[in-house]
């Protein structure tokens, strides 16, 4: 059975900082791609930011230069480190993760409000 478990959302006033993680099981990791979406009220779901076996990483350009994506296929963990947050930041946050066969699974979410 997989299993993402996201972990880190609450409230930061704008300007500030949070670090999302996700714990995964059920899968093998090292080999999948793993990531982090979104979702606004109102508004579809939508790419924060990915990273490969190989460690190559994808960003929306949204949040280049604020956040970073990492992972510790040792822990099956992978990270967002999210920085200068913004109210347009505040959404629910899904950890991804898709197999080499294009399996993908996805997390239950983590609320993130950021105040301004």
């Known amino acids: 059975q997989v299993q993402l478990v996201e972990s880190g959302g609450g409230l930061v006033q704008a300007g500030g900082s949070l670090r999302l993680s996700c714990a995964a099981s059920?899968?093998?990791?090292?080999?999948?791609?793993m990531g982090w979406y979104r979702q606004a009220p109102g508004k579809q779901r939508e790419l924060v930011a990915t990273?490969?076996?190989?460690?190559?990483?994808n960003y929306a350009d949204f949040v280049k230069g604020r956040f970073t994506i990492s992972r510790d296929n040792a822990k099956s963990t992978v990270s967002l480190q999210m920085n200068s947050l913004n109210a347009e930041d505040t959404a629910v946050y899904y950890c991804?993760?898709?197999?080499?066969?294009?399996?993908?699974?996805w997390g239950q979410g983590t609320q993130v409000t950021v105040s301004s």
């Open positions: 991804y993760s898709k197999s080499i066969g294009s399996n993908i699974y």
């Open positions: 059920g899968i093998i990791f090292s080999a999948n791609t």
């Open positions: 990273i490969t076996m190989t460690r190559s990483t």
